[in-house]
């Protein structure tokens, strides 16, 4: 593993200039565009280009272990977390783009400017030398030495982050967890409800048409106006009606939310 | 009768080492303790005390009067040289380098007012027990009474200035529960709280002399600070004599803090008589006898002594010319005779045995004249205004002739009381010498005139001419009780000057303690003579305007004089001027500032939390994103920081 | 030249406008999004340290603030799902009954 990284000669070191640069300008525009982008799952798709890019970033610098767990646990577990609770949420008024607190950008760009400027200078008088070889004193591969560390100097950390980790598995699920206060409702409940809520039959699809059949294009109706129905509301999110609405607390069985 | 009068002379005064005391004199703490038992038995067992109250009160003055005699005459078995006993009762004050012993100290000055005081003090219990019979409250008042005669009695026996001090508070207090003995009088409360602040003043003076005295000497008893005494500077000295005056001023009533006595009358008549008539206004000579060493050294307060008795003579006798209240003219005689008794304290060691002779003598007459005052108001039905007295000689005999003896002495006929001792007080002025010593006497001589004018005016308005009673008054003679005591002190009226005079008797008796005059003069001088020419022509007068022609009832306009008099020369209107005002802007300007100023920067510091915790709570605006800029900015600033110092 | 001062400078970069971006979205999901982007720019200077220093202590950092902000994210977004169920909105805006 140590020789693909650690080419030599100038051939590798050109290899790395170009990689660094290219990556290094895109993960920044991904950033940017991660920023302002108006609809929350093209952030997150920015973010996953970052994130790879990253990976790159730490197999060249000597951490190969670090490059595939970045791409395993960060882009492939928790972002596609973000993406499933995005699909939960759905779209919501909270991306709009119009800026509710007075001044909020113009501060927030100025601390931003500032925080560079000062972090610049901070890099320019640091000395930062130039890399060291790559650290070989354990002798074999990079997950050894870490395991080597992890399980020597870093035990506590290790043993307290797996504390951590079980903590917030179950927190979790404590605080998502729906206490059912009825008895679940049985297959003929499910139907009696069904034929005595008006809508016996299943809502209607999405539209299907010669160029687009996303999931989000209306149905037509036989007037030639559009469907609410036929969109899921988390795509187009909280109608008029719903918006109204308080539902009771979070434990709660609300009697007219889908099921899932 | 011509030639010295002054025989054997006793030696001047030196410093006098006090033995202690032994036999019957060992026990002279019952003095104290006497009038101390019945002012706790008749004020502490309360109303269970009312029936035989009056009985214990007058039987305790007359136990200390008893032991005052045995005390007396043992003392005469001593020789002059060493009849000054000390005799320590406890230890007051034990402090590092404050040691102040409670002791008791029986000289010849201190046994002539222990007789004086239990003397007197019984005849006017006895006549007390007759005059209050109708009050209620009579046991509460023999209580205070008792009281009052313990603290003077620890005055004038204290070793010490600090147990002098203790009695002169005792006796403040006193005075100031008896003159508002009937509380529910608003003038009377009114009077009492005037007195004892009148006496504040004065008491501040004498509490300074005692720390001045500490301070300067390490000492408050007399025999330390009169050895002392002649080491400390001139200006020491003159100080210690000036604060010891201003006390004496307070409580004998002098100029300028003369303005309670005449309200103080608002108190039972006894209460006058004893209180502010024979012993308590006493107080202030005593001090400045006692004092003598003192005062010896400090030629300056010796003259500012005899200026303030001079004033107060003049001051006193013209007030009581224009009073028709009959308690507030001999009120007005009392401020002047003292003056006269400080005149001749003020005069040194020439004046000193005739200024405590004319106080034993003047405290016979005037507790005399102040019970017949007070018969006659009880007779009267509590009136006491001249002009609606008149002829009241043929009712009340006893009283009458009690009252004509008082008389007599007081205005220095012979050969009655006052004539032997106020006569050699006007001699000694003018033997002074030098212009002080004609001022002093000129107005020594004026008041004798003066004296006479009012005192005979008060007996013609009282006790001669037409009856211009109220219909609703029966006035007769007054039971024994009360008559008895006006009898005694006739009797003393008329034969205590003589006694004390003739024969140099109080003279050599007092000579060891208080020092004697350099020269003699004999009992007709000069001096004297006028005196008497004097007295004879304002009696005349007064029996012109008085015992000839009518008393209107209706008192008439009179010149500018008689208002000023009747207004007390304006006394309560220069103390209100000078200090109640100042003092009531003072208060005002305190308030203001408190309210304003203090008060204004605790509400200001509030007012300026909350003022600026209300803005800057709408730092909370509840949006996290804002709490988020805030910590991004303080971060960059925290890192501009540390970038800072470490450029 | 590649050197770890440009790593560093670029994990400078991504982390300012990480800040600025939680700063200035509204959707309470996006601003996690953000949050994760400081996190892994944090975690790029790191690296870039531990190759200055030749130690691995840099790389063992990171992988737990790797770890942490997975536990974050897990809880973070329980907690959001709660709320967004409760009030119906993802905006951080609406929560903001903490006011004066």
């Not at chain 2, 001047?12 to 202690?20: D, M, Y």
């Not at chain 2, 603290?151 to 204290?158: H, S, T």
Request: hydrophobic share 55%; charged share 10%; aromatic share 8%.
């Amino acid at each position: 593993m140590n020789h693909a990284i650690l080419l030599a000669g100038p051939a590798a070191e050109t290899a790395r200039l170009v990689t660094y640069w290219v990556l290094a300008i895109l993960s920044v525009a991904a950033a940017l565009g991660m920023v302002l982008a108006r609809k929350a799952v093209h952030c997150a798709l920015l973010l996953a280009v970052v994130m790879l890019s990253l990976a790159v970033f730490y197999a060249m610098l000597g951490a190969p272990f670090l490059a595939f767990v970045q791409v395993i646990v960060y882009t492939g577990a928790v972002l596609m977390l973000f993406l499933f609770v995005l699909m939960i949420v759905g779209i919501t008024a909270a991306d709009s783009i119009i800026e509710t607190i007075r001044g909020q950008r113009l501060w927030a760009s100025v601390a931003g400017i500032a925080m560079l400027a000062l972090l610049s200078l901070v890099i320019g008088h640091a000395a930062i030398g130039p890399a060291g070889p790559n650290s070989s004193k354990f002798g074999n591969s990079n997950v050894s030495a870490l395991a080597n560390l992890i399980f020597t100097r870093y035990l506590y950390p290790f043993e307290i982050t797996g504390a951590l980790l079980i903590t917030a598995a179950v927190g979790a699920m404590v605080l998502t967890h729906r206490e059912r206060t009825k008895p679940r409702p049985s297959q003929r409940q499910l139907a009696e409800q069904r034929i005595a809520s008006g809508r016996p039959t299943p809502l209607p699809g999405p539209g299907t048409y010669a160029q687009h059949n996303a999931v989000d294009m209306p149905a037509l109706l036989p007037d030639g106006s559009q469907s609410e129905l036929s969109v899921s509301e988390v795509l187009s999110g909280p109608g008029p009606a719903a918006a109204g609405e308080l539902p009771s607390g979070t434990v709660g069985q609300e009697a007219g939310e889908q099921q899932w | 009768m011509t030639g010295s009068v002054h025989s054997a002379l006793a030696p001047p005064a030196a410093a006098i080492t006090s033995l202690h005391a032994t036999g019957i004199q060992d026990a002279a703490w019952l003095l104290l303790a006497f009038p101390i038992a019945g002012a706790v038995i008749l004020l502490l067992g309360g109303k269970r005390t009312n029936s035989f109250g009056h009985l214990v009160g007058v039987a305790m003055p007359v136990l200390a009067f008893c032991e005052g005699v045995a005390c007396y005459i043992q003392m005469l078995g001593y020789p002059a040289a060493q009849r000054s006993r000390d005799l320590v009762m406890f230890q007051f004050i034990d402090v590092g380098r404050f040691q102040v012993p409670m002791g008791i100290q029986l000289d010849q000055l201190s046994i002539c007012f222990v007789l004086l005081i239990t003397g007197v003090g019984s005849l006017i219990h006895i006549f007390a027990v007759g005059y209050m019979s109708h009050d209620p409250e009579r046991r509460r008042f023999f209580g205070y009474m008792n009281l009052f005669l313990a603290a003077m009695l620890l005055l004038v026996l204290a070793n010490n200035y600090l147990g002098l001090y203790v009695g002169w508070e005792g006796v403040g207090l006193a005075s100031y529960l008896l003159i508002g003995f009937w509380q529910y009088k608003p003038a009377a409360a009114v009077a009492a709280k005037k007195a004892f602040v009148a006496n504040r003043v004065g008491d501040v003076g004498l509490s300074l002399a005692i720390m001045l005295m500490f301070t300067q000497f390490g000492s408050v008893t007399f025999a330390g600070v009169f050895a002392q005494a002649p080491s400390a500077s001139h200006g020491v000295t003159l100080a210690l004599g000036l604060l010891l005056l201003l006390g004496a001023c307070g409580k004998s009533a002098q100029v300028p803090l003369q303005s309670w006595l005449l309200d103080a009358m608002e108190g039972p008549t006894p209460v006058s008589a004893l209180i502010h008539a024979a012993t308590m206004v006493t107080a202030g000579v005593y001090l400045i006898v006692r004092s003598a060493p003192i005062f010896n050294l400090s030629a300056g307060a010796e003259l500012a002594v005899a200026i303030v008795g001079a004033v107060t003579l003049l001051f006193g006798a013209i007030i009581g010319c224009a009073k028709d209240d009959i308690k507030k003219a001999l009120a007005g005689s009392t401020m002047s005779q003292i003056g006269y008794m400080m005149l001749a304290a003020g005069l040194g060691p020439a004046g000193y045995v005739f200024a405590i002779a004319h106080l034993l003598a003047h405290g016979f007459f005037k507790a005399g004249l102040f019970l017949g005052a007070g018969s006659v108001k009880h007779e009267m039905d509590d009136e006491v205004d001249m002009r609606r007295f008149g002829g009241l000689a043929t009712v009340m005999p006893i009283t009458f002739v009690t009252f004509t003896l008082g008389y007599l002495a007081i205005i220095g006929i012979p050969p009655l009381s006052g004539f032997f001792t106020k006569d050699p007080i006007i001699d000694a002025a003018f033997a002074k010498g030098g212009t002080s010593g004609a001022l002093l006497g000129s107005a020594a001589l004026l008041g004798a005139g003066i004296t006479a004018f009012y005192m005979t005016r008060v007996m013609f308005m009282t006790f001669t001419g037409e009856r211009r009673w109220d219909d609703r008054v029966h006035p007769h003679e007054v039971p024994p009780v009360m008559t008895s005591p006006m009898i005694v002190l006739a009797i003393g009226s008329v034969a205590a000057g003589g006694f004390l005079i003739l024969g140099n008797r109080l003279l050599n008796f007092l000579g060891p303690v208080t020092g004697v005059p350099p020269t003699s003069h004999g009992i007709w001088t000069p001096a004297g003579s006028a005196a008497l020419v004097l007295v004879l022509i304002g009696a005349a007068i007064a029996w012109a305007r008085y015992g000839r022609r009518e008393v209107p009832v209706t008192a008439p306009a009179g010149g500018p004089l008689t208002v000023a008099a009747r207004k007390d020369l304006y006394g309560d209107a220069v103390n209100e001027s000078l200090l109640m005002r100042p003092g009531m802007w003072l208060t005002r300007l305190s308030v203001f500032f408190d309210n304003r100023g203090v008060d204004g920067l605790v509400n200001t510091v509030a007012a300026t939390f909350g003022g600026s915790s209300g803005r800057l709570r709408r730092v909370q605006s509840g949006f996290v994103r804002s709490y988020a800029l805030y910590m991004l900015v303080g971060a960059v600033l925290l890192v501009g920081t540390l970038l800072l110092v470490r450029l | 030249m590649v050197t770890p001062a440009h790593f560093i400078a670029l994990a400078v970069i991504l982390f300012v406008i990480g800040a600025v971006g939680v700063l200035v979205r509204r959707n309470a999901i996006v601003v996690f999004m953000c949050v994760e982007l400081m996190l892994n720019a944090a975690n790029l200077a790191f690296v870039a340290f531990a190759r200055m220093h030749s130690a691995l202590d840099g790389q063992v950092i990171a992988f737990f603030v790797m770890v942490v902000a997975a536990a974050e994210v897990v809880v973070g977004l329980a907690i959001l799902t709660s709320i967004f169920r409760a009030r119906r909105s993802a905006s951080v805006d609406d929560a903001n009954l903490m006011k004066y």
